[in-house]
């Protein structure tokens, strides 16, 4: 479970910065918001897909801190990553 948590982590912060970085930019200094469209559902599905995937450990991997702390992660650009690492020292597990 770490394992597909911790991709589907790395997956939304990347998309979330390509987002940022690429997409917008084209669509607001080149006028084309094709872009924008695709990555921002791509973002969203992954973002509700990594909300799941950490309720769906509560309790059985983590403690209920792990999902407020990967939430805010989530919602903070860049956060995904520092929150892996955080799950994966094992800070969150359900002794």
């Given at each position: 479970m770490k394992q597909l948590v911790s991709i589907v982590s790395y997956l939304e912060g990347f998309s979330a910065l390509f987002l940022f970085a690429v997409a917008m930019p084209v669509k607001y200094i080149g006028g084309d918001?094709?872009?924008?469209?695709?990555?921002g559902a791509i973002h969203g599905g992954l973002f509700v897909l990594f909300i799941a995937l950490l309720l769906a450990g509560v309790g059985k991997h983590w403690n209920r801190l792990a999902f407020y702390h990967g939430f805010v992660a989530a919602v903070v650009p860049a956060g995904p990553f520092l929150f892996d690492g955080m799950l994966i020292s094992g800070e969150y597990d359900v002794d």
């Open positions: 918001p094709e872009l924008v469209s695709l990555v």
